[in-house]
C-alpha cells in the first residue's frame, strides 16, 4: 500500500531533528564526505537549493552538510509506494511528485515552502545522472523560482568514481542566484523560457563540480 501524502498543509515533524542526525552520522559512515560553502545558504528568507543528482541518498548528503536549515525536498512518487518508506521519507521533509505530468498539488506544496520562508531542494536534472556528471536540467524549478520571486543556492555533489560505500564525495554549496539574475519574464507563460532557468542553475552547478575535490 502507497503512503498517501497529505498536500493540504505543512506539518511540522517532530521526529525531524531525531532522524536527521541519525541519517547523517549514516551518511558520513558511508561516504568520505567533506563540505564547503554551506554559509552560503540563507537562513533568513526562502530560497530553492538545487544540486546535481548522482544518489538516492542525495537528499540527505546535502542536508546533512547545513546542521542550522531544515530543508524540504521533493522526491519521485515511485519512492512513496511503500507506506513505511514514504511515511520515513515524509519525517525528513520529503514530499511525492508525478513526474509523468504537472503535478500541481506538489507544486503548490512547493511554492508554499519557500514562501513560508523554508528551504526547499529540488533536482534540477528530474532523474539521476547515469554517469555522475551534471546533466540538461527541466523546467520546473523555474516555474517555482517565478512563483516565489526567490533566489537559488546552485549545489555540486562530486565523485571521481561511482558513488559507492567508502567513495569521497566532495560538496559544494555555491552563491546564491539572485532572482533579477534569473532574467525570468513575468508575462512569458512558455515553460521554454523557464527552462533558461535551469540552463543557468545547471551551468553554476557544472562550474562548482569542476572544481572537483579542491586539491
Known amino acids: 500500500m502507497a503512503y498517501k501524502f497529505d498536500y493540504s498543509k505543512r506539518k511540522k515533524h517532530p521526529l525531524y531533528k531525531v532522524i536527521k542526525p541519525i541519517a547523517s552520522a549514516v551518511i558520513k559512515s558511508k561516504y568520505k564526505v567533506t563540505y564547503i560553502g554551506a554559509e552560503n545558504i540563507p ?31 521533493i522526491a519521485k512518487q515511485e519512492l512513496f509506494e511503500k507506506k513505511v518508506v514514504g511515511w ?29 520562508g523554508g528551504a526547499l531542494g529540488i533536482f534540477p536534472e528530474g532523474t539521476r545522472s547515469a554517469d555522475f ?15 516565489c520571486k526567490c533566489d537559488i543556492v ?14 569521497r564525495l566532495t560538496v559544494r554549496y555555491g552563491k546564491p542566484i539572485k ?21 543557468l542553475v545547471m551551468s553554476r552547478i557544472s562550474e562548482l563540480w569542476e572544481e572537483g575535490h579542491g586539491n
Open 43 to 73: 537562513l533568513d528568507r526562502g530560497v530553492i537549493i538545487a544540486p546535481n543528482h548522482i544518489t538516492a541518498l542525495d537528499p540527505v548528503i546535502v542536508g546533512a552538510g547545513c546542521p542550522k536549515c531544515e530543508m524540504h525536498f
Open 154 to 167: 546552485p549545489v555540486s555533489i562530486y565523485t571521481c568514481d561511482e558513488a559507492k560505500s567508502g567513495t
Open 179 to 199: 532572482y533579477e539574475e534569473l532574467n525570468i519574464d513575468e508575462e512569458s507563460k512558455k515553460m521554454k523560457d523557464l527552462r533558461k532557468v535551469s540552463e
Open 88 to 116: 520515513f521519507l515524509s519525517q525528513l521533509n520529503s514530499f511525492p511528485v508525478n513526474r509523468s505530468k504537472f503535478d500541481y498539488d506538489a507544486i503548490n506544496y512547493a511554492v508554499g515552502i519557500v514562501k513560508d
Open 133 to 147: 556528471t551534471p546533466q540538461k536540467g527541466k523546467g520546473g524549478i523555474g516555474y517555482i523560482a517565478k512563483q
